[in-house]
Protein backbone atom coordinates (compact mmCIF):
# COMPACT_ATOMS: atom_id res chain seq x y z
CA UNK A 1 0.00 0.00 0.00
CA UNK A 2 1.38 3.14 -0.91
CA UNK A 3 -0.09 5.24 1.86
CA UNK A 4 1.69 4.33 5.44
CA UNK A 5 0.87 6.48 8.17
CA UNK A 6 -2.17 7.76 10.20
CA UNK A 7 -5.34 7.14 9.03
CA UNK A 8 -4.49 4.23 7.64
CA UNK A 9 -5.90 2.95 4.21
CA UNK A 10 -6.62 0.14 5.88
CA UNK A 11 -7.67 1.19 9.39
CA UNK A 12 -9.31 0.02 12.67
CA UNK A 13 -12.36 1.89 15.30
CA UNK A 14 -10.42 0.59 18.66
CA UNK A 15 -12.27 -2.44 20.57
CA UNK A 16 -11.86 -5.90 20.30
CA UNK A 17 -14.00 -8.84 21.76
CA UNK A 18 -12.83 -9.43 25.23
CA UNK A 19 -10.78 -13.05 25.48
CA UNK A 20 -12.10 -15.71 28.17
CA UNK A 21 -8.88 -14.66 30.52
CA UNK A 22 -9.94 -11.28 30.64
CA UNK A 23 -13.52 -11.71 31.51
CA UNK A 24 -12.65 -14.44 34.67
CA UNK A 25 -10.02 -12.67 35.93
CA UNK A 26 -12.48 -9.49 36.25
CA UNK A 27 -14.87 -12.13 38.24
CA UNK A 28 -12.15 -13.26 40.01
CA UNK A 29 -11.24 -9.43 40.96
CA UNK A 30 -14.49 -8.27 41.25
CA UNK A 31 -14.65 -11.47 44.16
CA UNK A 32 -11.19 -10.44 45.92
CA UNK A 33 -10.02 -13.62 44.66
CA UNK A 34 -6.86 -11.72 42.96
CA UNK A 35 -5.43 -8.75 43.67
CA UNK A 36 -5.34 -5.19 40.99
CA UNK A 37 -1.45 -5.65 40.04
CA UNK A 38 -2.69 -9.36 38.77
CA UNK A 39 -5.51 -8.45 36.89
CA UNK A 40 -3.09 -5.97 35.20
CA UNK A 41 -0.86 -8.73 34.37
CA UNK A 42 -3.57 -10.82 32.54
CA UNK A 43 -4.94 -7.86 30.36
CA UNK A 44 -0.73 -7.06 29.69
CA UNK A 45 -0.77 -10.86 28.66
CA UNK A 46 -4.05 -10.51 26.22
CA UNK A 47 -2.92 -7.29 25.11
CA UNK A 48 0.64 -8.23 23.91
CA UNK A 49 -1.61 -11.23 22.34
CA UNK A 50 -4.24 -8.48 20.62
CA UNK A 51 -1.13 -6.56 19.32
CA UNK A 52 0.10 -9.60 18.01
CA UNK A 53 -3.35 -10.75 16.19
CA UNK A 54 -3.90 -7.31 14.53
CA UNK A 55 -0.54 -7.14 13.13
CA UNK A 56 -0.95 -10.77 11.67
CA UNK A 57 -3.80 -9.86 10.16
CA UNK A 58 -1.70 -6.62 8.13
CA UNK A 59 -2.39 -4.25 10.00
CA UNK A 60 -0.20 -1.10 9.98
CA UNK A 61 -2.25 0.39 12.98
CA UNK A 62 -2.95 -1.22 16.58
CA UNK A 63 -4.66 -0.54 19.77
CA UNK A 64 -5.18 -2.29 22.92
CA UNK A 65 -8.54 -3.58 22.38
CA UNK A 66 -10.16 -1.15 24.92
CA UNK A 67 -8.96 -4.27 27.16
CA UNK A 68 -8.81 -2.75 30.00
CA UNK A 69 -12.34 -0.97 30.07
CA UNK A 70 -15.79 -1.70 30.95
CA UNK A 71 -17.38 0.77 28.75
CA UNK A 72 -15.94 2.97 25.99
CA UNK A 73 -16.20 6.32 27.65
CA UNK A 74 -17.20 5.51 31.20
CA UNK A 75 -13.53 4.41 32.51
CA UNK A 76 -12.13 7.24 30.59
CA UNK A 77 -14.59 9.91 32.71
CA UNK A 78 -13.88 8.23 35.61
CA UNK A 79 -10.29 9.65 35.96
CA UNK A 80 -11.10 13.23 35.09
CA UNK A 81 -11.36 15.60 37.93
CA UNK A 82 -14.90 16.86 38.71
CA UNK A 83 -17.02 13.93 37.59
CA UNK A 84 -18.29 11.39 39.63
CA UNK A 85 -20.17 8.26 38.32
CA UNK A 86 -23.18 7.12 39.62
CA UNK A 87 -26.17 4.62 39.44
CA UNK A 88 -28.88 5.81 37.02
CA UNK A 89 -32.78 4.77 37.11
CA UNK A 90 -31.99 3.13 33.92
CA UNK A 91 -29.21 2.43 31.71
CA UNK A 92 -29.49 3.81 28.08
CA UNK A 93 -31.85 2.05 25.38
CA UNK A 94 -30.88 0.47 22.59
CA UNK A 95 -32.75 -0.80 19.90
CA UNK A 96 -34.55 -3.81 22.27
CA UNK A 97 -31.85 -3.87 24.79
CA UNK A 98 -30.42 -1.55 27.50
CA UNK A 99 -27.03 -1.15 28.83
CA UNK A 100 -26.32 -1.46 33.12
CA UNK A 101 -27.79 1.48 34.36
CA UNK A 102 -24.89 4.46 34.56
CA UNK A 103 -24.30 7.78 34.61
CA UNK A 104 -22.14 10.44 35.49
CA UNK A 105 -22.61 13.94 35.86
CA UNK A 106 -20.10 17.03 37.00
CA UNK A 107 -19.45 17.72 40.50
CA UNK A 108 -16.48 20.23 40.34
CA UNK A 109 -14.60 22.29 37.86
CA UNK A 110 -13.27 19.74 35.39
CA UNK A 111 -9.72 19.12 34.61
CA UNK A 112 -7.34 16.32 33.08
CA UNK A 113 -4.62 15.50 35.64
CA UNK A 114 -2.39 12.02 36.05
CA UNK A 115 -5.00 10.24 34.40
CA UNK A 116 -4.97 6.07 34.55
CA UNK A 117 -5.05 5.78 31.03
CA UNK A 118 -1.76 7.65 29.99
CA UNK A 119 -0.20 3.95 31.91
CA UNK A 120 -2.56 2.22 29.78
CA UNK A 121 -1.03 4.05 26.52
CA UNK A 122 2.94 3.78 27.66
CA UNK A 123 1.97 0.26 27.88
CA UNK A 124 0.64 -0.29 24.62
CA UNK A 125 3.35 1.90 22.95
CA UNK A 126 6.24 -0.38 24.77
CA UNK A 127 4.64 -3.74 22.17
CA UNK A 128 3.56 -2.16 19.23
CA UNK A 129 6.74 -2.91 17.20
CA UNK A 130 6.51 -1.12 13.79
CA UNK A 131 3.10 -0.72 14.42
CA UNK A 132 1.09 2.50 15.16
CA UNK A 133 -0.25 2.57 18.44
CA UNK A 134 -3.74 4.52 18.29
CA UNK A 135 -5.35 5.80 21.19
CA UNK A 136 -8.99 6.18 21.89
CA UNK A 137 -10.65 8.63 24.13
CA UNK A 138 -14.17 9.75 23.87
CA UNK A 139 -14.77 13.21 22.80
CA UNK A 140 -15.68 16.33 24.81
CA UNK A 141 -19.26 16.05 23.44
CA UNK A 142 -20.31 12.58 24.94
CA UNK A 143 -19.46 14.15 28.81
CA UNK A 144 -22.24 17.08 27.74
CA UNK A 145 -24.65 15.53 25.91
CA UNK A 146 -25.86 12.53 28.00
CA UNK A 147 -27.02 14.66 31.15
CA UNK A 148 -26.59 18.00 29.62
CA UNK A 149 -27.33 20.65 32.39
CA UNK A 150 -29.04 18.51 34.91
CA UNK A 151 -26.05 16.37 35.19
CA UNK A 152 -23.79 19.56 35.69
CA UNK A 153 -23.72 21.38 39.54
CA UNK A 154 -25.09 25.17 39.05
CA UNK A 155 -23.01 25.70 41.76
CA UNK A 156 -20.13 24.97 40.35
CA UNK A 157 -21.39 26.38 36.77
CA UNK A 158 -23.40 28.57 36.95
CA UNK A 159 -23.40 29.35 33.51
CA UNK A 160 -22.63 27.04 31.03
CA UNK A 161 -20.25 29.22 28.91
CA UNK A 162 -17.81 28.53 31.49
CA UNK A 163 -18.68 25.27 31.80
CA UNK A 164 -18.00 24.39 27.59
CA UNK A 165 -14.51 26.60 28.25
CA UNK A 166 -13.52 24.42 30.81
CA UNK A 167 -13.85 21.26 28.60
CA UNK A 168 -12.38 22.28 26.17
CA UNK A 169 -9.41 23.27 28.36
CA UNK A 170 -9.75 20.03 29.98
CA UNK A 171 -9.71 17.07 26.18
CA UNK A 172 -6.58 19.94 25.03
CA UNK A 173 -4.58 18.73 28.35
CA UNK A 174 -5.71 14.80 27.43
CA UNK A 175 -4.33 16.06 23.63
CA UNK A 176 -0.91 17.19 24.85
CA UNK A 177 -0.74 14.84 27.80
CA UNK A 178 -1.19 11.56 25.76
CA UNK A 179 1.37 13.34 22.98
CA UNK A 180 4.08 13.68 25.74
CA UNK A 181 3.24 9.45 26.48
CA UNK A 182 4.25 9.15 23.25
CA UNK A 183 0.78 9.17 21.71
CA UNK A 184 1.29 10.24 17.59
CA UNK A 185 -2.62 9.06 16.35
CA UNK A 186 -5.39 9.49 19.05
CA UNK A 187 -9.01 9.10 17.87
CA UNK A 188 -12.14 10.65 19.51
CA UNK A 189 -15.04 8.72 19.69
CA UNK A 190 -18.53 10.43 19.28
CA UNK A 191 -21.72 9.65 19.92
CA UNK A 192 -23.63 12.82 19.96
CA UNK A 193 -23.22 14.34 15.65
CA UNK A 194 -25.11 10.60 15.20
CA UNK A 195 -27.85 11.68 18.29
CA UNK A 196 -27.82 14.68 16.29
CA UNK A 197 -28.65 13.06 12.64
CA UNK A 198 -31.79 11.48 13.88
CA UNK A 199 -34.97 13.03 13.74
CA UNK A 200 -36.19 10.57 16.71
CA UNK A 201 -33.03 12.12 18.74
CA UNK A 202 -33.45 15.25 17.98
CA UNK A 203 -36.90 15.71 19.09
CA UNK A 204 -35.72 14.56 22.41
CA UNK A 205 -32.91 17.15 22.32
CA UNK A 206 -35.87 19.43 21.84
CA UNK A 207 -37.74 18.31 24.62
CA UNK A 208 -35.51 18.63 27.30
CA UNK A 209 -34.76 22.34 26.26
CA UNK A 210 -32.04 22.12 23.87
CA UNK A 211 -31.91 23.26 20.27
CA UNK A 212 -30.10 20.72 18.11
CA UNK A 213 -28.22 22.84 15.82
CA UNK A 214 -27.01 25.49 18.58
CA UNK A 215 -25.21 22.30 20.07
CA UNK A 216 -23.88 21.14 17.13
CA UNK A 217 -22.12 24.63 16.58
CA UNK A 218 -21.28 24.59 20.78
CA UNK A 219 -19.53 20.80 20.31
CA UNK A 220 -17.81 22.26 16.74
CA UNK A 221 -16.31 24.77 18.70
CA UNK A 222 -15.64 23.00 22.27
CA UNK A 223 -13.35 20.24 19.98
CA UNK A 224 -12.18 22.65 17.68
CA UNK A 225 -11.00 24.77 21.23
CA UNK A 226 -9.20 21.92 22.15
CA UNK A 227 -7.52 21.20 19.01
CA UNK A 228 -6.02 24.77 18.86
CA UNK A 229 -2.63 23.88 19.68
CA UNK A 230 -2.59 20.67 18.64
CA UNK A 231 1.33 19.34 17.66
CA UNK A 232 1.77 19.20 13.86
CA UNK A 233 2.83 15.28 13.83
CA UNK A 234 -0.25 14.12 16.48
CA UNK A 235 -3.21 12.84 13.93
CA UNK A 236 -6.29 13.30 15.23
CA UNK A 237 -9.59 11.62 14.20
CA UNK A 238 -13.04 11.61 14.98
CA UNK A 239 -15.23 8.45 14.82
CA UNK A 240 -19.09 9.00 14.62
CA UNK A 241 -21.07 6.09 16.16
CA UNK A 242 -24.54 5.37 15.99
CA UNK A 243 -24.50 2.87 18.80
CA UNK A 244 -22.79 -0.10 19.58
CA UNK A 245 -23.80 -2.30 22.33
CA UNK A 246 -24.36 -6.33 21.90
CA UNK A 247 -25.07 -5.59 17.67
CA UNK A 248 -27.47 -3.41 18.60
CA UNK A 249 -27.78 0.21 18.03
CA UNK A 250 -29.50 4.09 18.78
CA UNK A 251 -29.84 6.32 16.11
CA UNK A 252 -30.56 6.33 12.81
CA UNK A 253 -30.62 8.56 9.65
CA UNK A 254 -27.80 10.31 7.01
CA UNK A 255 -25.16 12.95 8.18
CA UNK A 256 -27.02 15.62 5.98
CA UNK A 257 -27.91 17.48 9.21
CA UNK A 258 -24.79 18.43 10.33
CA UNK A 259 -22.69 17.23 7.74
CA UNK A 260 -21.78 20.78 6.63
CA UNK A 261 -20.62 22.22 10.59
CA UNK A 262 -18.87 18.72 10.82
CA UNK A 263 -16.96 18.14 7.54
CA UNK A 264 -17.00 21.80 6.99
CA UNK A 265 -15.27 23.16 10.62
CA UNK A 266 -14.24 20.47 12.50
CA UNK A 267 -10.28 20.57 12.25
CA UNK A 268 -9.16 17.16 12.90
CA UNK A 269 -7.54 15.12 10.54
CA UNK A 270 -9.83 12.37 9.50
CA UNK A 271 -13.84 11.34 9.98
CA UNK A 272 -14.31 7.93 11.16
CA UNK A 273 -18.01 7.29 9.70
CA UNK A 274 -20.22 4.50 9.97
CA UNK A 275 -21.58 2.98 6.40
CA UNK A 276 -22.24 -0.34 7.43
CA UNK A 277 -26.28 -0.09 6.49
CA UNK A 278 -28.81 1.86 4.85
CA UNK A 279 -29.51 3.61 8.26
CA UNK A 280 -26.27 5.15 7.89
CA UNK A 281 -27.50 7.33 4.57
CA UNK A 282 -25.82 7.92 1.70
CA UNK A 283 -22.41 9.53 0.11
CA UNK A 284 -23.86 12.86 -0.95
CA UNK A 285 -22.47 14.25 2.60
CA UNK A 286 -18.93 13.88 2.17
CA UNK A 287 -19.15 16.83 -0.38
CA UNK A 288 -18.21 19.43 2.78
CA UNK A 289 -15.57 17.17 3.75
CA UNK A 290 -12.41 19.86 2.47
CA UNK A 291 -9.90 18.73 -0.34
CA UNK A 292 -6.89 17.88 0.36
CA UNK A 293 -7.22 18.54 4.06
CA UNK A 294 -8.91 15.62 5.74
CA UNK A 295 -9.16 11.91 5.50
CA UNK A 296 -12.65 9.79 5.38
CA UNK A 297 -12.42 6.52 7.00
CA UNK A 298 -15.44 4.45 5.29
CA UNK A 299 -17.00 2.41 7.96
CA UNK A 300 -18.35 -0.39 5.04
CA UNK A 301 -17.32 -3.58 7.10
CA UNK A 302 -19.95 -4.30 9.53
CA UNK A 303 -18.41 -5.09 13.25
CA UNK A 304 -22.86 -6.55 14.34
CA UNK A 305 -22.82 -9.83 12.88
CA UNK A 306 -20.16 -12.50 11.53
CA UNK A 307 -21.03 -12.44 7.90
CA UNK A 308 -18.50 -11.71 5.54
CA UNK A 309 -18.96 -8.89 3.21
CA UNK A 310 -18.39 -9.21 -0.50
CA UNK A 311 -15.24 -7.81 -1.35
CA UNK A 312 -16.62 -6.72 -4.79
CA UNK A 313 -19.76 -5.18 -2.74
CA UNK A 314 -16.90 -2.92 -0.68
CA UNK A 315 -14.68 -1.75 -3.49
CA UNK A 316 -18.18 -0.40 -5.68
CA UNK A 317 -19.02 1.71 -2.43
CA UNK A 318 -15.46 2.85 -2.18
CA UNK A 319 -15.69 4.51 -6.13
CA UNK A 320 -19.93 5.58 -5.12
CA UNK A 321 -17.69 7.64 -2.74
CA UNK A 322 -15.19 9.15 -5.21
CA UNK A 323 -18.25 11.15 -6.50
CA UNK A 324 -18.21 13.18 -3.57
CA UNK A 325 -14.37 13.34 -1.97
CA UNK A 326 -10.78 12.05 -3.70
CA UNK A 327 -9.96 8.68 -3.68
CA UNK A 328 -6.69 9.78 -1.93
CA UNK A 329 -8.57 11.31 0.79
CA UNK A 330 -10.38 8.28 1.67
CA UNK A 331 -9.44 5.04 3.96
CA UNK A 332 -11.49 2.00 4.92
CA UNK A 333 -12.55 0.74 8.37
CA UNK A 334 -14.95 -1.45 9.96
CA UNK A 335 -17.61 0.65 11.05
CA UNK A 336 -17.17 0.55 14.77
CA UNK A 337 -15.32 -1.43 17.34
CA UNK A 338 -16.45 -5.07 18.05
CA UNK A 339 -16.79 -4.69 21.61
CA UNK A 340 -17.50 -1.14 23.05
CA UNK A 341 -18.51 -2.31 26.04
CA UNK A 342 -17.14 -6.01 27.87
CA UNK A 343 -20.73 -7.50 26.60
CA UNK A 344 -19.01 -7.77 22.82
CA UNK A 345 -21.02 -7.96 19.75
CA UNK A 346 -22.83 -11.26 18.53
CA UNK A 347 -19.67 -12.79 16.85
CA UNK A 348 -16.76 -15.24 17.08
CA UNK A 349 -13.02 -14.06 17.31
CA UNK A 350 -12.50 -15.88 13.89
CA UNK A 351 -15.11 -13.93 12.68
CA UNK A 352 -13.93 -10.58 13.67
CA UNK A 353 -10.36 -11.48 12.31
CA UNK A 354 -11.90 -12.65 8.82
CA UNK A 355 -13.02 -8.99 9.02
CA UNK A 356 -9.98 -7.47 9.72
CA UNK A 357 -7.87 -9.52 7.06
CA UNK A 358 -10.96 -8.33 4.89
CA UNK A 359 -10.17 -5.13 5.14
CA UNK A 360 -6.30 -5.00 4.60
CA UNK A 361 -6.87 -7.15 1.23
CA UNK A 362 -9.45 -5.01 -0.20
CA UNK A 363 -7.51 -1.63 0.91
CA UNK A 364 -3.74 -3.44 -0.55
CA UNK A 365 -5.94 -4.27 -3.94
CA UNK A 366 -8.05 -0.58 -4.14
CA UNK A 367 -4.85 1.35 -3.27
Known amino acids: MQKQQAPFRADIVGSFLRPD ?3 QARLQFACGEITAQQLRAVE ?5 TVVEQQCA ?3 HVVTDGEFRRAWWHFDFFDGLQGVERYDAEKGIQFNGVQTKAHGVRVTGKLGFGDHPMLEDFRYLKS ?13 PSVLHFRGGRKDIDATVYPHLDAYFDDLATTWRDAIHAFYEAGCRY ?3 DDTVWAYLCSDQQRQQIRERGDDPDELAQI ?3 VINRALEDKPADLTVGLHVCR ?3 RSTWISEGGYEPVAEVLFGTVNVDAFFLEYDNDRSGDFAPLRFVRPGRQQVVLGLVTTKNGELENPEGVKARLQEAERYVAKEQICLSPQCGFASTEEGNTLT ?6 KVRLITEIASQVW
Open 127 to 139: ISGAAEPKMTIPS
Open 44 to 48: DDAIR
Open 219 to 221: YAR
Open 349 to 354: EAQQWG
Open 57 to 59: CGL
Open 186 to 188: LQL
Open 21 to 23: TIK
Open 243 to 245: GNF
